[in-house]
């Protein structure tokens, strides 16, 4: 396997529109404001636009469709020819890299998806509470989409470095093994020679 820039371009393309929309999502999440109600004494909350939770969820897709590329092309490290070594660390490097850009996905797409689903929820619900004098609305915590946004931002080096990694890895072994496969080659043509000339 050759390193594919195609790859590179699009796998980079998938992970910064996730980590746009993570940002957005953090910009954008809801909030709620307490409301009298007009027929009696009680108050209750009203959230704005559940937008936050479409960026996440949109987040999620793109950063899954990056990962299933990345893990396909690469046959998810496990399933692929045998790593060789080439250079020097880079096996290392690949399978570092490799573990880091997973637990990256994971944390990142729980976050994404945890954060999406608290503030659809609390978009969505209206409270009704029995005292007059509440004065907050509970509403999705700061930072959920912000760490989804950093976890996307690792996870982007992560993953370029174990592609690099392991397209070098792969395309070194298999020169190498051409070039064994050469000299065997060469190493017959010339038994072939001193056969024939003793014959």
Same mark, same amino acid.
């Given at each position: 396997m050759g390193f594919s820039l195609a790859v590179v371009a699009v796998t980079a393309s998938l992970n910064l529109i996730a980590f746009v929309l993570a940002i957005g999502a953090e910009r954008r999440r809801s909030t709620g404001i307490v409301v009298p109600d007009e027929y009696d004494e009680r108050t209750f909350c009203v #959230?704005?636009?559940? =937008?936050?939770?479409? #960026? @996440? !969820?949109?987040? *999620? =897709? =793109? !950063? !899954?469709?990056?990962? =299933?590329?990345?893990? /396909? +092309? +690469?046959?998810? !490290?496990? *399933? @692929? /020819?045998?790593?060789t070594r080439g250079r020097a660390g880079l096996p290392a490097c690949a399978v570092s890299s490799f573990v880091v850009s997973w637990l990256c996905f994971l944390a990142a797409e729980v976050c994404l998806v945890a954060g999406s689903a608290r503030n659809a929820y609390h978009t969505k619900y209206i409270g009704y509470y029995e005292k007059k004098d509440l004065t907050s609305c509970i509403a999705l915590r700061k930072g959920v989409f912000a760490a989804a946004a950093a976890f996307v931002l690792i996870l982007i080096i992560s993953s370029l470095s174990f592609y690099w990694s392991y397209a070098n890895t792969e395309t070194a072994g298999w020169v190498k093994h051409q070039n064994e496969g050469v000299a065997m080659a060469e190493q017959g043509e010339d038994k072939g020679e001193f056969r024939s000339s003793h014959v």
């Open positions: #959230y704005d636009s559940d =937008a936050s939770s479409v #960026y @996440g !969820l949109s987040a *999620f =897709a =793109a !950063l !899954l469709v990056s990962q =299933a590329l990345m893990s /396909g +092309t +690469t046959k998810c !490290l496990c *399933f @692929g /020819g045998r790593i």
